[in-house]
DNA sequence: CAAGCAAGCTTGTATATACAACTATTGACC
DNA sequence: GGTCAATAGTTGTATATACAAGCTTGCTTG
């Protein structure tokens, strides 16, 4: 058998998310303190410190020395500075993941197209469109074409089971990307997917990766300006 | 006199960091243990811990149990990412700028802004609203608050020689900064400046900037989405 | 020689404690 | 009523300690 142990600051973070995600605690309100939930979980006062702690630097809580914790006004965030796995992100803030597979095929690539991945014009690329939903709402449409000289075996992938970023990166290790982040109006057909209005800003992320192959693939994401912000944290 | 006691994890952070920085520990190469740095230091190992913890969270540094520490593989410069002058950018384009200040004021912040800038609600900051134009048409809208502890001459400066964030980096340096990016639609006035339509999606971007003292300001950043975007670039 | 085990290192989790720094509230005093 | 000071509660930093869990090395043993 397989104990599992699961870790009790893992506990006390999967707590305090679960509160915060059915909207028992809303925003701005008062999270127990240190003291309080050490004594409610029967851990030291490190212990609990370390999960709201954690959660602070996730975004979830703010922290204010002398007066308490709070939660965090709510919004998706993902960053930009690394790149990641949409299901992974969805995972973390405790949501539901799960996506429809709309397309996945071959197609002669436009002029465009063809330079941001080094092909020529006319030439094939792969091709997928996949709608991804965090707690069954849609929250970003990935159109993604996919270089097939460098991964060959990309059309014969479920989706819905793996997400393109994680089978390429297992396909192909990263070495380099490039992002363009614009705010846009989606075109009828992509907001009605995303279930919006047609005058909803959108963000929209074009995303080209390298390997050391060349340019793996360029995906365009497109998520509402209202669901969805990225967001990236620097150190100098 | 202040002796601004710094704190023993971020001296001992501070040196790693230099150590890395500087070239002196190179990618992957192996960095004291926890035990090493807490006799090095006269510390407890909790806060040699502490700061290799933080050093990891920010990707500087990957660990291993068992094994040790690691200096990270570099990543990441983006453009994105940096802070940029957009005087500079807009120079660089071969293009025209000048910017036209709206408003310089101390202004009682609302509680939102003050948790972002670490003061209390009904506290006063400083805020300027700047208008940057490139080619005489309007790019860029900054609105930004600033913690008048840290800045006390902000109200003394005139922003169309000198852009907020020049004269900032020049009063408080940078350790820290967070982005948050947005698409959204702007308010009429705001459209209004912009020269935009009411419905013209935006791109809006919340940065944060702290100095070795605390938040220094919050910057909001609206610019037209058709004539404006961001790029980044990573190298893994 | 090779396999496997044990020792010793590393990081990971957890506790109990102490004091510092900051905030909000309360109550006394003017 | 307004001001000030004390107080209680909160987060921040720091220490000392203990054991668990994973990796490396070297030695023992077959």
Redesign the interface.
């Known amino acids: 058998m397989t104990p599992v142990k699961t870790a009790k600051y893992r506990v006390i973070k999967q707590y305090i998310c679960e509160n915060i995600e059915s909207g028992q605690w809303l925003e ?1 309100s008062k999270v127990p303190s240190e003291n309080e939930l050490s004594e409610q979980f029967s851990v030291s006062r490190m212990t609990a410190r370390r999960a709201l702690q954690e959660l602070t ?1 996730q975004g979830l809580l ?1 922290r ?1 020395q002398g007066s308490g914790t709070f939660v965090a ?1 709510f919004k998706s ?1 993902s960053s ?2 690394e ?1 990641r796995n949409i299901a992974d992100e969805i995972h973390e803030r405790g949501h539901q993941y799960h996506a429809e597979q709309l397309i996945l095929q071959a197609v002669d690539v436009s002029e465009e197209i063809a330079i941001l991945l080094a092909l020529k014009a006319g030439d094939t690329a792969y091709y997928s469109s996949v709608l991804h939903f965090e707690n069954n709402a849609p929250i970003q449409l990935e159109q993604r074409f996919v270089n097939p000289k460098l991964v060959a075996n990309y059309l014969k992938q479920d989706f819905t089971q793996v997400t393109p970023h994680e089978y390429l990166s297992s396909e192909a290790p ?12 989606a075109k009828d057909e992509i907001s009605q997917l995303l279930a919006i209005s047609n ?1 909803t ?4 992320v074009k995303r080209r990766t390298w390997s050391s192959q060349g340019v793996v693939s360029l995906a365009i994401l497109t998520a509402p ?2 669901k969805y ?8």
Chains 1, 2 share one sequence.
Do not use: M
């Open positions: 701005h630097e703010v204010s006004t965030q930009l500075l790149i990263l070495t380099e990307a490039t992002h363009e982040v614009e705010a846009v109006l005058t800003p959108c963000l929209q300006g209202n912000r990225l967001g990236s944290h620097l150190v100098f």
